[in-house]
């Protein structure tokens, strides 16, 4: 466990302000977003906008409910108010619950992608099936299990530190095998997926368009293009928020339980932060559909 002398007051500022920085322009960016999607049914109604739909929202949510509380904590010089078992929890609860939605969202996209690209007749014909039932039992599996093992599994909470972020964190994660699983499952797992089906569908995007040299450029090809170009960015900014979380947590579990312990908890447990914040402006640069302009109301 890290000391509280590991931060100082200057690190607290450095990260609340810069968090602040770019809170609000996300969570205008997002709410301008919901305002497009709201009043265009079209755009609503594209199947391969509700994915995009569902990481928006935990987004927003994490930047507009989770976000406040770590801010309160690192103004308050590293100290959290109230100080008590119950909202430890509740902070512990909503930002293991966001998180994990953001990643099994944009894992479930990553996979998706390929099917409306290269199979598109066959997610729209049996969309309940490969559409709608990944995208709920994505949101309730990490309901359940961060439900379970926060707020009823039976340990004790001694370990919460009301003068670290998220407390030092849940009683199961002091429990060995329900860490790793975990871990392995929930973080690694939901990581590799995203990586490794985003390189996968670079590969096979190239490779169809050499073979299909010849033919001219459609307007569903722009299409598949640009719906690979939101995937990218999303998720290269997912990677790059997360990765380097995940390699020290992955070197801690293997080999070094303490490695880069100062680092570790004074700057990489706030990095994921930044995929919550920029993910919005992402989205809408690469959503080349919300436009200013009027749309037929047409569900297809």
């Known amino acids: 466990m890290l000391p509280d002398t590991y931060e100082t007051s200057t690190t607290r500022r450095l990260k609340f302000y810069l968090l ?49 509380i770590t801010l309160a904590f690192l103004h308050n010089n590293g100290q959290l108010k109230p100080s008590t078992a119950q909202f430890c929890l509740i902070w512990i609860y909503w930002n293991h619950l966001l998180n994990a939605h953001i990643s099994f969202f944009v894992a479930w996209a990553s996979i998706e992608r390929h099917l409306f690209i290269f199979y598109p007749t066959l997610i729209r014909t049996r969309s309940v099936l490969y559409h709608y039932f990944p995208i709920t039992c994505c949101s309730l599996y990490a309901i359940v299990w961060y439900s379970y093992f926060i707020l009823l ?37 939901s990581t590799f997926i995203i990586i490794i089906a985003n390189l996968t569908l670079i590969v096979r995007v190239i490779v169809w368009r050499k ?56 700057y990489l447990l706030y990095t994921p932060y930044l995929s919550a914040l920029i993910t919005p402006l992402m989205c809408l640069v690469a959503t080349a559909d919300i436009k200013a302009k009027k749309y037929k109301l047409n569900c297809k």
């Open 20 to 68: 602040i920085i770019f809170q609000i322009p996300s969570i205008c960016c997002s709410l301008y977003l919901f305002h497009k999607f709201i009043i265009n049914r079209k755009l609503r109604c594209r199947l391969q906008n509700h994915i995009i739909i569902c990481i928006l929202i935990s987004n927003f949510l994490s930047c507009s409910t989770e976000l406040p």
């Open 153 to 189: 599994y039976p340990c004790s909470n001694t370990q919460l530190n009301y003068k670290q972020l998220l407390c030092f964190g849940p009683c199961y994660q002091y429990q060995i095998i329900i860490r790793n699983v975990d871990l392995i499952l929930n973080v690694f797992g």
């Open 211 to 266: 073979r299909h040299m010849n033919i001219r450029v459609t307007n569903e090809w722009r299409k598949n293009f640009k719906m690979v170009v939101q995937l990218l960015l999303i998720s290269l900014l997912f990677s790059i928020s997360w990765l380097p979380l995940i390699v020290v947590l992955f070197i801690r579990l293997v080999y070094k339980p303490n490695f880069l312990q100062y680092l570790t908890t004074v």
